[in-house]
């Protein structure tokens, strides 16, 4: 009886020195049904403790706390709590753990031993936590696990501003999901909505997809994102790069803006563009704004850039189709058409709709060209052009040789043109020069069939066969109109000459304005308060606990300019 009349004297007397100091509703309020005092273990503090099913209640300013054993030091209005430790805030946050403590002028709780709060979005779980009523927001830097209806997210340091209902994760950023996992160092996850923000190096990893990006914002649960700064999507075989990306998971799309580069590792093909779309469920790219296609071969690559490309099939049959303003680069070869197909695997090139090539200094055309490459050596094989076939040659001294006849097909040696069969109302009319290079005679004939031979890229025997008619006349006799077959036109002003001059004369389109994401906010230290924290005496924590480890901290975030 002694000892309880000692306690209630030392409960009344300093409730009445501190109710002349502080405001009633600022003080710590506990009720148990069993109290007592130790001075020797506890000196200053009441001890309060649970009897059977009823523990201990502990209330200061909205905040309710239960626990098995709580240690009250009135004097500096803080307390311990002790085992089955509950904190309820309203309905916003309910937490649990083994130890808490709380400091009521402050109003900074601290938590340990499997900590698990819960929001109505979310819970957290983590060894030890920091909870500032002032602020409402919660920080750990000691491994936790946030789980939302979606997915688990787990951190080395993380913090939760209430308010927003926003985490911040730092530091081994893990986000788990049944269809992909996120990895990165820096994340800002909202609760309410399951958006994501990422900073520096992250990667979204799923069954058939991996996303790179330095920056990028993901939609945990309707699963589509958009990336931006060194971003790159791969998908199975192919992957895809450019300014800007967005992806959706469930649509199996993608697309892309601006300086677009897809690699397709398996056919050893490069797409480039400024605005490409990728369905992987058709196995298909739309590519436009200076769409390029370059098949890599070992010695010389093929280039076809058209106003539109699109690549479908699975990676054992890819079909190229390029519409408007086709041209195609090859070293040895170039040419122009209204649209082009090209087969992969049968090497079979299709130039339809005013179709025009140049090998060396000859010039071919006709109302469609086909040219066939050999699939295992990836060499030029053969070429056809079917009907109005017209082949024209500038030689050295400026006049025009020309061939045409109804159809061509043309054999290849080592990528160079070797031997080319005219059939069918041919005529033909050559510049006949002699070693200095003066025209002697104008050589003018028609024939059933001709049979050309190259040698360095020109004309080096021609061959009449079948009803020969025609004969060579001097120069003097021939008139200079009489010197052009009908349909002769020559083109060599358009030739392309480089893979640069795919462009020429093109306007340069105008690229997409990339809608960049903004930097995270530079969030005030977690610590920082207006008046400094003032650490019990009594508290497990000590003085450089109550301070942001360097190791902690928000790190390589880029400059406000770089989008």
């Not at 296609?293 to 699109?310: E, F, G, N, P």
């Not at 209204?338 to 049968?346: C, K």
Request: net charge neutral; proline share 3%; charged share 30%.
């Amino acid at each position: 009886m002694r000892n309880l009349a000692i306690l209630f004297f030392i409960i009344f007397t300093s409730t009445q020195m501190q109710a002349q100091e502080q405001p009633v509703d600022s003080l710590i309020r506990v009720k148990a049904p069993f109290a007592t005092v130790n001075q020797d273990e506890f000196p200053g503090a009441a001890i309060y403790f649970r009897d059977g099913g009823e523990q201990v209640f502990i209330e200061h300013r909205g905040i309710k706390m239960y626990c098995d054993k709580a240690v009250f030091y009135e004097k500096s209005n803080f307390v311990k709590a002790i085992g089955n430790v509950k904190m309820n805030q309203g309905d916003s946050i309910r937490m649990n753990s083994k130890y808490a403590e709380y400091n009521g002028n402050s109003q900074l709780a601290y938590a340990s031993g499997n900590v698990d709060m819960k929001s109505p979005e979310s819970t957290l779980q983590t060894d030890t936590l920091y909870f500032d009523r002032a602020k409402q927001q919660a920080y750990y830097r000691s491994g936790g696990t946030v789980r939302d209806t979606a997915s688990t997210l787990k951190s080395r340091v993380g913090r939760y501003f209430m308010k927003d209902k926003k985490y911040q994760f730092l530091d081994n950023v893990v986000v788990t999901n049944p269809e992909y996992v996120i990895n990165s160092n820096h994340l800002n996850f909202y609760s309410d909505n399951g958006h994501a923000y990422m900073y520096g190096p992250s990667t979204i990893t799923g069954q058939t997809s991996k996303v790179y990006c330095e920056r990028g914002f993901y939609d945990t649960r309707a699963d589509e994102g958009y990336f931006v700064k060194n971003s790159s999507i791969d998908y199975n075989d192919r992957n895809v790069k450019g300014d800007s990306l967005y992806f959706n998971r469930g649509r199996n799309f993608a697309s892309a803006v601006n300086n677009i580069i897809i690699t397709d590792t398996i056919n050893k093909s490069i797409l480039k563009g400024d605005y490409a779309e990728v369905y992987r469920d058709k196995d298909s790219v739309f590519l436009t704004k200076r769409a390029v296609a370059i098949t890599l071969q070992d010695k010389d690559s093929v280039y076809i850039h058209a106003d539109t490309l699109m690549v479908t099939g699975k990676e054992d049959d890819r079909l190229v189709r390029g519409f408007y303003g086709v041209r195609i680069f090859k070293t040895d070869l170039s040419g122009k058409s209204d649209s082009i197909v090209s087969r992969q695997v049968t090497g079979l090139t299709k130039m339809i709709g005013n179709p025009i090539l140049w090998s060396g200094k000859s010039q071919m055309t006709g109302d469609s060209i086909f040219i066939q490459s050999n699939v295992k050596t990836e060499k030029l094989d053969s070429l056809r052009v079917f009907y109005n076939a017209f082949i024209v040659d500038r030689d050295t001294a400026g006049g025009f040789n020309q061939i045409k006849g109804k159809e061509l097909t043309g054999f290849f040696k080592e990528n160079e043109l070797d031997i080319v069969n005219i059939n069918k109302n041919v005529e033909h009319l050559i510049y006949v020069r002699n070693d200095t290079q003066e025209l002697i005679g104008i050589d003018k004939r028609t024939s059933g069939r001709m049979v050309l031979e190259f040698a360095d890229g020109e004309v080096a025997v021609n061959t009449n066969y079948d009803d020969v008619r025609g004969t060579t006349f001097p120069p003097d006799e021939l008139p200079e109109n009489a010197r052009t077959l009908r349909g002769m036109k020559w083109r060599g002003d358009e030739q392309i000459f480089s893979k640069d001059d795919l462009f020429k004369g093109k306007p340069i389109p105008k690229q997409i304005k990339i809608q960049g994401l903004p930097l995270p906010e530079v969030e005030e230290d977690f610590f920082k308060t207006e008046e400094p924290l003032e650490l019990d005496k009594n508290s497990v924590l000590k003085k450089k606990d109550l301070k942001t480890r360097e190791k902690d901290k928000v790190k390589n975030l880029p400059a406000k300019e770089d989008n």
